[in-house]
């Protein structure tokens, strides 16, 4: 996985109608249109459980994921189509919940806190192991890659060296003099705001919200000093790229998070399970990072010619 000009989100505390109008008017916001109507064909094929339907969140490796996944699907002999850019997590989960979609790719200790706010689980092996006890009925999750997408406190190297920061304990201590950039979510999800107040004492300046997950519009407001840290996943190349600083978490305020398919088990047959456990076997961290460049670097491939490729190079579609 950065944003500021403080965005107020909507809580599950708000009345029924209000959700729901929230949830219409951001979908209908994804993409210029309702990305839940017409999925795009990635292939055909026969399953007894029917087509598929593979939805993404709204940030270019979660919709390179989904293309990975519908083409391994689409080889298995499963038809297969995409609805991506559907929107946040709090989005996604319902259409995954209401049959909209039939999957995602999700990233497991995000997914747990979303499902149990309170869930103290922060290892890998943990945090599988607790899902499946804390979703609710008709939901499930496949095999959790190795690969891992983490939100990562962020910072320049100047501002690094000016604070003397290498971890997040060392931020605390400067927090109420920084504007981070960040999703307008990380305003009231529990590893946001609440947690670096819970873990650590941090307390920000000002959040200035930016919905490209840590893209383009995040790290010129981090390099211009509009925002002194950000909030980049972990597999995004523009932190290598330029010689960003990612601050340490010893408290664990960020689980970990593998990346794996949630889905509904209303259509999901044994042969389309086997297809993206196949992936997840060899899905890479470095290969998120790999494929990011790919789509967000200088070559603007687009997210399923990316998937096509990396599917192809594992020999997962001939």
Known sequence: MKKTARTTVTRRGLAGLAAGVGIAVALSACGGGDPL????????????????VVGSADFPESQIVAEIYAGALTAAGVTASTKPNIGSREIYFKAVQDGSVDLVPDYSGNLLSHVDPEAAEVSADDIYKA??????????????????????????????EK????????????????????????????????????????????????????????????LTDDVQVADIYTTTPSIADNDL????????????????????KAKMTDKAKEALNAVSRVLTTDDLVNLNRAVSGSQKQNAKDAAAAWLKDKGIVK
Do not use: H, W
């Open 163 to 222: 604070y003397q920061l290498k971890s997040i304990e060392d931020l605390a201590k400067v927090c109420k003099d920084l504007t981070m950039a960040a999703p307008a979510t990380f305003e009231t999800r529990a590893y946001g705001f609440p947690g670096l107040k819970a873990n650590y004492g941090c307390e920000l300046k000002a959040l200035k919200p930016f919905s490209d997950g840590g893209g383009n519009l995040t790290l010129q407001a981090l």
């Open 37 to 52: 109507s017409t999925p795009s064909t990635t292939g055909t094929g026969g399953s007894t459980g029917g087509p598929l």
């Open 131 to 160: 899902l499946p006890g804390k979703l609710p009925e008709g939901l499930a999750v496949l095999e959790a890659a190795k690969a891992e997408s983490k939100d990562a406190m962020v910072v320049t190297k100047a501002t690094a």
């Open 245 to 264: 600083v990612v601050l340490a978490d010893p408290k664990n305020n960020f689980k970990a998070q593998q990346v794996l398919p949630l889905y509904n």
